[in-house]
């Protein structure tokens, strides 16, 4: 499995930006880069995922460096609802999700 | 969104028997996983089916593991003599273009 390195932990105060890294400079030209998160207590929770182009959704945007080996989780305002680990994950279609540790995230009032 | 639902939230259990943790989605779905978190761990894959058939599993699903779809709607994971070592969240998947998750059924193994 194609692996990532996340940061264990980040802080961020609410309602500003957050920006939360990722490198996979082993990534394959077929695997997209997916992100989890998982709030307290809960099951994991898709947020986001891309190929090569920057994605936006309802929750979140992806950046992607041009060479694909980092990418860039952005929560364009953050509030006390995205405390939680957040997930990188490297993936080919149906393939089972390997979690690491990922980045606990803590939102601070 | 999908809907998984898991069943029971909260299972206690002695050592050595068996047991039967839910899932059940809302539509209809092909592909479905289970996953395992102990407390203050990875979440670990653990199998994952389509069409009726496992189609690959982990070093941690052994004997004592297996899985069924049982009447096209539930799927369900069983641990036939549970062991301690076997207390943990399980969370059932399945894919609709992601996965989705259910809210977990917690194992506690006495």
């Known amino acids: 499995d194609a692996k990532t390195t996340q940061p264990n932990s980040m802080e961020s105060n609410e309602e500003e930006p957050v920006h939360l890294p990722c490198n996979h400079s082993t990534i394959s030209g077929t695997d997209y880069i997916h992100w989890y998160r998982q709030l307290p207590s809960q099951g994991p929770e898709y947020v986001i995922h891309?190929?090569?182009s920057n994605v936006n959704n309802r929750m979140a945007s992806l950046a992607i460096a041009e060479d694909r080996k980092s990418s860039t989780l952005i929560l364009h305002r953050a509030t006390l609802r995205d405390a939680a680990v957040y997930y990188c994950?490297?993936?080919?279609?149906?393939?089972?999700?390997?979690f690491g540790t990922g980045t606990r995230l803590t939102i601070i009032p | 969104e999908p809907e998984v639902t898991q069943t029971p939230s909260h299972q206690v259990t002695q050592m050595g028997q068996e047991v039967i943790l839910r899932c059940v989605p809302i539509s209809n779905h092909l592909y479905f996983y289970w996953y395992r978190q102990i407390l203050g761990q990875k979440v670990e894959f653990l199998v994952s089916f389509y069409n009726n058939e496992i189609s690959e599993k982990s070093e941690i699903f052994d004997d004592q593991f297996s899985v069924e779809r049982p009447d096209g709607s539930n799927f369900t994971l069983k641990i036939r003599s549970t062991k301690l070592e076997d207390s943990a969240m399980y969370f059932c998947?399945?894919?609709?273009?992601?996965?989705?998750f259910g809210p977990g059924t917690r194992l506690t193994v006495l």
């Open positions: 891309g190929l090569t």
């Open positions: 994950i490297l993936l080919f279609g149906n393939e089972k999700l390997t």
């Open positions: 998947a399945i894919l609709d273009k992601e996965q989705f």
